[in-house]
């Protein structure tokens, strides 16, 4: 018997290990599944009920499986999403793959790993932020302003600070929520980080009050800009 070429392929894909090691994986993820963790979640937007520390549990379990990542990342699930996003090589994704799996990853919790556990490791990371900051797709945006965020802190040159600022000040009040929340994170990051500009970050904030109202736990430090750019610039002189 002679099988052709995409035969052959067809039958080698069909039992290799990864597959069977995605069938167990798969099992044990609906095995951890607990009805609690998913009620505390759905708070939040995310459709899982895995507690993350036994996902995390898993993922050094497995280390790092670049294809069975894939493989996870493909069934859709979230709680497969999220271990993927643990368990990948994040040097290993082209942009336009990453850029694909960003539009996909509606969860909040996926969208945020993806962003900070894989995009912000990506030789391709400035490059999508540039696109995304642009893009008409709000929770997009979000990702792209999360990506400055970061240069905000770490790689500020050649920013356009004033801009970024004017760009704050016409946009966030009616931004989407996490669009919303992007915007006022660098807004804070940039009074936090640069002592020229914190005047200017505070009265923005100030005068658009976004999360001005934010409930916040005892301890914890509100998301307001303004009170955050103070206590971050208070800790760091004490």
Same mark, same amino acid.
């Given at each position: ?12 894909? +069909? ?42 549990? %898993?993922?050094?379990? *497995? ?17 497969? /999403? *999220?271990? +993927? ?17 960003? /539009? ?5 919790? %996926? ?5 900070? !556990?894989?995009? &912000? &490791? ?24 999360? *990506? ?26 009616? $931004?989407?929520? /996490? ?20 005047? /200017? $970050? ?11 109202? !934010? ?8 998301? !307001? ?7 971050? %610039? ?5």
């Amino acid at each position: 018997m002679h099988l052709t070429p995409e035969e052959l392929e067809a039958a080698v894909t +069909a039992t290799t290990p990864t597959d069977t090691v995605l069938a167990e994986v798969m099992a044990e993820l609906a095995a951890l599944e607990d009805h609690r963790t998913r009620e505390v979640n759905a708070k939040h937007g995310d459709d899982h009920g895995v507690h993350l520390g036994k996902l995390r549990a %898993v993922a050094k379990r *497995l280390k790092t499986q670049q294809e069975l990542a894939r493989q996870l990342w493909r069934t859709g699930d979230t709680a497969a /999403r *999220l271990l +993927a996003l643990l368990i990948c090589r994040p040097r290993a994704f082209e942009r336009a793959e990453l850029d694909a799996m960003l /539009r996909e990853a509606r969860a909040p919790k %996926v969208h945020d790993w993806l962003v900070n !556990y894989v995009v &912000k &490791k990506s030789p391709h990371a400035e490059e999508l932020r540039l696109a995304w900051c642009a893009d008409p797709d709000p929770v997009v945006a979000s990702a792209g302003w999360a *990506l400055t965020t970061e240069r905000v802190t770490k790689k500020p040159e050649s920013l356009d600070l004033p801009g970024l600022l004017d760009v704050i000040e016409s946009e966030m009040k009616d $931004a989407p929520d /996490r669009l919303q929340w992007a915007m006022n994170h660098c807004l804070a990051q940039i009074g936090i980080e640069h002592a020229a500009h914190r005047a /200017r $970050a505070i009265d923005i904030g100030e005068r658009l009050a976004v999360l001005k109202d !934010y409930p916040t736990s005892p301890g914890c430090t509100s998301p !307001y800009a303004p009170t955050w750019i103070s206590e971050m %610039v208070r800790r760091a002189h004490t």
